[in-house]
């Protein structure tokens, strides 16, 4: 028999991890010890909503929750790029950093002051890293022309295209037109064009069978919400795990000891 591949998977969540995240990363850990196997992050990095970057922290005095997010460089960016193509403001490090100080130590505060400041989700991604995190896991990025390549075909998708001069994820709708979402029931509809499979990323009812395809995992470790939608028909050979329960789940992990 093959060694197993214990998979989870999670878009970019903040520069700082949301618990739900962690206790996915405690509960991977735990489950290899017991079955031994390899570790596989599928990092969503696709994605393109700027409110899951959003970092809730807790002041380290008072208690009081405060919500943090990146800058982006345009609104075109901030609303419809994906989070491997959004850029960052070049000054986040500087002014962000400097509000740390009363929400997280100051070892925490020094792997955000050297992580290089690019898109959204190399920054998360080498955060996570030097939290110490990812040793030991292999990741696999949505975003990766490569993983895209060599993932199965899907109807139902998105399809990073070029609108304004920026790389943009637009919805592949029903009668093939690529669309933006403005909100609601409004829509931006984009002139034809011809795309591959490497500009081609799943959507939240497509994503496990597209990721399966590159990942071949044995066991998939599901967060709550993940539990509620996921079709675990698509992918019959996976076992299915919840993470670990954490309490506060969207707020950030801080707890980070060197």
């Known amino acids: 028999m093959s060694s197993p591949i214990i998979c989870f998977g999670q878009q970019p969540c903040g520069f ?25 992050f599928f990092f969503h990095d696709s994605d393109h909503d700027p409110r899951e970057t959003q970092t809730i922290l807790r002041h380290r005095k008072t208690n009081e929750a405060a919500t943090l997010n990146f800058t982006f460089i345009n609104k075109v ?3 419809w790029s994906p989070l491997y193509v959004k850029r960052i403001a070049a000054d986040l490090s500087a002014s962000t950093a400097r509000q740390l100080g009363a929400y997280v130590s100051p070892p925490a505060i020094e792997v955000f002051k050297r992580t290089p400041v690019g898109t959204v989700a190399d920054f998360c991604l080498e955060m996570y890293r030097g939290l110490g995190l990812l040793e030991g896991i292999r990741v696999v990025r949505s975003g990766d022309p490569a993983v895209r390549n060599a993932a ?23 009668d093939g037109t690529l669309c933006l979402h403005e909100g609601g029931d409004c829509y931006v509809t984009l002139p034809p064009v011809s795309y591959g499979k490497a500009q081609v990323s799943p959507t939240r009812d497509t994503r496990l069978r597209w990721m399966q395809s590159v990942v ?35 707020e950030a992990w801080t707890e980070y000891q060197p």
């Open 16 to 40: 700082f991890p949301r618990r739900f995240l962690h206790a996915k990363f405690v509960t991977a850990r735990r489950l290899q010890r017991e079955i031994g196997g390899e570790i596989v």
């Open 77 to 79: 960016q901030r609303r």
């Open 152 to 174: 199965c075909e899907i109807g139902d998708c998105f399809v990073d295209v070029t609108h304004e001069g920026e790389t943009v994820r637009a919805r592949r709708m029903r």
């Open 216 to 250: 071949h995992c044995t066991h998939y470790i599901a967060g709550a919400g993940e539990q509620a939608y996921l079709n675990q028909a698509d992918a019959p050979e996976i076992t299915f795990l919840p993470r670990d329960p954490i309490d506060r789940s969207d």
